[in-house]
């Protein structure tokens, strides 16, 4: 029975150095590559980076200063335009840039007025439209018009804000 139990200890024996020397074998042909990458992503980014009334004294198509219209928010993303002593036929218009300061080309998705005061006054948006697009470091243009109705409140001021919704340029859902 020695005899029998030497020889299966020689044949695993064996066994076991061959499988040593094909896996020491194999762990030579083994390679392994490794890839560092980097991403930098852009920036969506855009303000007011100019606005004015065009009523800067005698009201436009009229001969006396009664009414006024005042605008901030120049480099912010919000512009509040007020209208003072306004009367029924008052008009005026604010004109505004729009700079992308991102590194990355928006569209226009919503142009929206929060705060609107209708029926009392109307408020057109003009010289830019939903899908224009603004590529990095430009600007666009546009304007405001703000006409006050025969209905408005004797009395009364109106304050209201003009936002534009940019999205980044391969984003931008058509309406």
Not at 13 to 19: K, P, S
Not at 42 to 57: H, K, L, P
Not at 132 to 152: F, P, R, S, T, Y
Request: net charge negative.
């Amino acid at each position: 029975m020695k005899g029998r139990l030497g020889k299966f200890g020689l044949i695993f024996l064996a066994l076991a150095l061959c499988l040593s020397i094909s896996g020491a074998a194999f762990a030579m042909w083994d390679k392994t590559l490794y890839i560092d990458g980097t991403v930098k992503t852009g920036e969506v980014n855009a303000d007011f980076d100019s606005a004015s009334c065009n009523d800067t004294g005698i009201d436009p198509g009229y001969d006396k200063d009664v009414g006024n219209c005042t605008v901030t928010g120049v480099n912010t993303q919000t512009l509040t335009i007020t209208v003072n002593n306004g009367y029924p036929c008052y008009s005026c218009a604010v004109n505004f840039n729009i700079t992308n300061t991102g590194t990355i080309p928006v569209k226009i998705q919503n142009l929206t007025i929060t705060n609107n005061p209708s029926p009392n006054v109307t408020v057109t948006w003009t010289g830019l439209a939903v899908g224009d697009q603004i590529d990095a470091g430009d600007e666009l243009a546009g304007d405001i018009d703000i006409h006050v109705e025969q209905c408005a409140a004797e009395n009364s001021t109106y304050t209201f804000n003009a936002t534009i919704y940019l999205v980044q340029w391969n984003e931008y859902a058509t309406p």
